[in-house]
């Protein structure tokens, strides 16, 4: 059985972690897996959106304890290099992503949360960043994007104390878009999902392009390069589409995504 386990509902692909009896632990086999999984919604150009959860109780309570506890420094930053490759590839993946976070996401599991570009919770849901309590530093982009997207008071606070917070609290400092009952996540995030694919796919990837650049740039190197995403826009034929069906007051039966 897969660790990893890719289940498509129409234009949408949901990548579920399937480790539920090590509470979807990140090893080196799961990002083997995850890889692969991440190639088949990549290489499907019928997938506009991706959601990824976890099987269980859990979203992922973080990496595999038991596999990074004899490590030495050397395989200690190849692990690092490669949690971070697979996590960097779901922070650029060219279509949107959603972590729908159904229970625990520590460690590794809250950095794969913050990977993504939305984030939605059960009320059961639990994040934390516990490395300073092994001897560690989060090793998966989570001391750079909890600080992005949180501010680095808030973050240097719960890496530091190592403290777990629930969904409401995750929710009221910025870390979660949504919070939902358990029962109604999966809907909840397919919802969210579907109002995402019934919009300018090209348009949705350039935005996410533009978005996840120019946070790293000063902002007249960020708006220098939104000015020329915008501009490629007017080649599309959704574009033309879209805005002949305004100026002529009439509804724009879908769009071609090209």
């Known amino acids: 059985m897969a660790l990893v386990e890719v ?3 129409g ?11 090590a509470l979807n632990a990140l090893s080196k086999a799961v990002f083997a897996d995850l890889d692969k999984a991440l190639d088949v919604v990549e290489q499907d150009d019928d997938i506009f959106v991706v959601i990824i959860t976890g099987e269980g109780r859990s979203f992922i309570a973080g990496a595999d304890i038991g596999e990074m506890a004899t490590m030495n420094v050397e395989e200690g930053l190849a692990f690092s290099e490669l949690g971070n490759g697979l996590l960097m590839r779901v922070d650029m993946f060219p279509k949107p992503t959603i972590a729908a976070v159904n229970g625990f996401a520590l460690g590794g599991g809250c950095e794969m949360a913050l990977a993504c570009d939305i984030r939605v ?3 059961k849901a639990k994040f934390g960043q516990p490395e300073v309590g092994l001897g560690i530093i989060p090793g ?6 909890m ?8 973050a240097m606070e719960l890496i530091y104390t190592a403290d777990t917070i629930t969904a409401q609290r995750a929710l009221e400092i910025g870390m979660v878009n949504h919070v939902y009952a358990p029962e109604e996540l999966m809907p909840k995030a397919m919802e969210l999902a579907e109002k995402i694919c019934k919009n300018a796919q090209v348009a949705i990837k350039t935005s996410k392009m533009a978005i996840r650049r120019g946070i790293d740039c000063d902002i007249s190197t960020a708006v220098t390069y939104e000015a020329l995403a915008f501009a490629t ?3 599309t034929e959704d574009q033309k589409d879209a805005m002949k069906a ?6 724009l039966d879908g769009f071609k995504n090209r």
């Open 7 to 9: 289940i498509k509902e």
């Open 11 to 21: 234009h949408v692909g949901i990548v579920k972690m399937n480790r539920p009896e």
């Open 121 to 123: 919770a059960s009320e």
């Open 140 to 145: 998966f982009g989570g001391t750079q994007r």
């Open 147 to 154: 600080a992005r997207i949180i501010g680095t008071g808030p």
């Open 233 to 235: 826009c007017f080649g």
């Open 246 to 251: 305004f100026v002529e007051k009439r509804k």
